[in-house]
T-cell receptor
């Protein structure tokens, strides 16, 4: 049982480049989330998707876009990467009710 | 405005003793609370949760206490083990069109052998 799978695990981008972080879950969860973790800042919500076909902004959405491709997949796109987007990104999924969320292993992104 | 606060960035405890991690929240609408544990280079893993209708939940060495009037929860680990050394995140959930999950900044626990 893979749970939540994120790709890639590591990425280095140059300022202005674009890329998409992929996330897939095999637990038939309705809700999916993208967080970023920065030193001393905890986990901050970027975007979330309550169900297939819906997406909403979280606490720090600027510079990002998302797509809920289907129930399994939720991608995060950086259109024009900036050094401030250097971070560790985590995808999570949840049934959609008040239960625990399951996290992927993270993507460490460096923008130079 | 930070809705979930973990005011202690770090905590050191001797092996075998009790570890107490604290968390405060400001949104009285939060109705479900969770604790996550995170090792370096790994994703957070769920540890224990509590509904707002309860004041205590226990799972093995881990107990979470909720004081709604004080908007405070705590995680007790007894006895602490070196393998418990990790960053612990407090999280809170509320319905706002969907169930959002808000995290604190984390507390790094070091259990000294």
């Amino acid at each position: 049982n893979a749970g939540v799978t994120q790709t890639p695990k590591f990425q280095v981008l140059k300022t202005g480049q674009s890329m998409t972080l992929q996330c897939a879950q095999d637990m038939n969860h309705n809700s999916m989330y993208w967080y970023r973790q920065d030193p001393g800042m905890g986990l901050r919500l970027i975007y979330y998707s309550a169900s297939e076909g819906t997406t909403d902004k979280g606490e720090v959405p600027n510079g990002y876009n998302v797509s809920r491709l289907n129930k399994r997949e939720f991608s995060l796109r950086l259109e024009s990467a900036a050094p401030s987007q250097t971070s560790v990104y985590f995808c999570a999924s949840r049934t959609g009710e008040n239960t625990e969320a399951f996290f992927g292993q993270g993507t460490r992104l460096t923008v130079v | 405005d930070q809705q979930v606060k973990q005011n202690s960035p770090s905590l050191s405890v001797q092996e075998g003793r009790i570890s107490i991690l604290n968390c405060d929240y400001t949104n009285s609408m939060f109705d479900y609370f969770l604790w996550y544990k995170k090792y370096p280079a790994e994703g957070p893993t769920f540890l224990i949760s509590i509904s707002s209708i309860k004041d205590k939940n226990e799972d093995g060495r881990f107990t979470v206490f909720l004081n709604k009037s004080a908007k405070h929860l705590s995680l007790h680990i007894v006895p602490s083990q070196p393998g418990d050394s990790a960053v612990y995140f407090c999280a809170a959930s509320v319905w706002a069109g969907s169930y959002q999950l808000t995290f604190g900044k984390g507390t790094k626990l070091s259990v000294i052998p």
